[in-house]
């Protein structure tokens, strides 16, 4: 069954470092996501993409954050200058949704932990 | 805030019973979806209900839908071990974007 993958499942940063996380959304899937969750805490919006372009985003996606599809699979989330509270689970998502579709789920990787000390 | 709310918090049971969770939302929905959360693992994708449904069944899963209370329920019956996880109700909103509530954590006791 296919599955979104992320990479690295745990990544560790300096506080001011640049992070990328990295995310492969199920291949014939049009909508791509990226979420956080700050342990215990509920899940949290970042930001959605469409044919490659944001089309929503919360207002925790600021100047600090950017994704990019690179390529044909990829989906990347650069987070600039990190903070001690970025740290937390960050979670790619992708949906098949589209015009064409009613099919709204989504569906999850597993996650990379990023810890900034 | 749009977010989703789910009641209980925490919910502890034996294994067999049946584990009812409850969600209560703000806005207009699309549809409104259930995920379950295994501690420290990603979200898994459990069953859609839409917005002119009023109940689905998958498996041991009963989720209803009333959309003039603004609420719905998720229904696990014959609880097992493997359902001990958080439970996340996420209704997606009328600009197709889910909103997340706090989950209620579901232990099953053998």
């Known amino acids: 069954e296919p599955e979104v993958t992320q990479t690295p499942s745990h990544q560790v940063t300096q506080m001011g470092q640049e992070v990328i996380l990295r995310c492969v959304p199920i291949?014939?899937?049009?909508?791509f996501y990226w979420y956080r969750q700050i342990l215990g805490q509920k899940v949290e919006f970042l930001v959605s993409?469409?044919?490659?372009?944001?089309?929503?985003k919360s207002e925790i996606f600021d100047d600090q954050f950017s994704v990019e599809r690179p390529d044909g699979s990829n989906f990347t989330l650069k987070i600039r200058s990190t903070k001690l509270e970025d740290s937390a689970m960050y979670f790619c998502?992708?949906?098949?949704?589209?015009?064409?579709?009613?099919?709204?789920?989504?569906?999850f990787g597993p996650g990379t932990r990023l810890t900034v000390t | 805030s749009q977010q989703g709310e789910e009641d209980p918090q925490a919910l502890s049971i034996q294994e067999g019973e049946n584990a009812t969770m409850n969600c209560s939302y703000k806005?207009?929905?699309?549809?409104l979806q259930w995920y379950r959360q295994n501690s420290g693992r990603g979200l898994v994708h459990l069953i859609l209900?839409?917005?002119n449904e009023r109940e689905k069944h998958s498996g041991r899963l009963r989720v209803t839908l009333d959309t003039s209370k603004k609420s719905s329920s998720l229904l696990i019956t014959a609880s097992r071990a493997a359902d001990t996880a958080s439970y996340f109700c996420?209704?997606?909103?009328?600009?197709?974007?889910?909103?997340w509530g706090a989950g209620t954590k579901l232990i099953i006791k053998p």
């Open positions: 209900i839409r917005s």
């Open positions: 993409f469409y044919n490659n372009e944001i089309s929503e």
């Open positions: 998502a992708s949906s098949e949704w589209g015009v064409l579709s009613s099919s709204y789920e989504q569906y």
């Open positions: 291949s014939n899937h049009l909508y």
């Open positions: 996420a209704p997606m909103d009328s600009n197709y974007q889910l909103i």
């Open positions: 806005t207009s929905i699309n549809n």
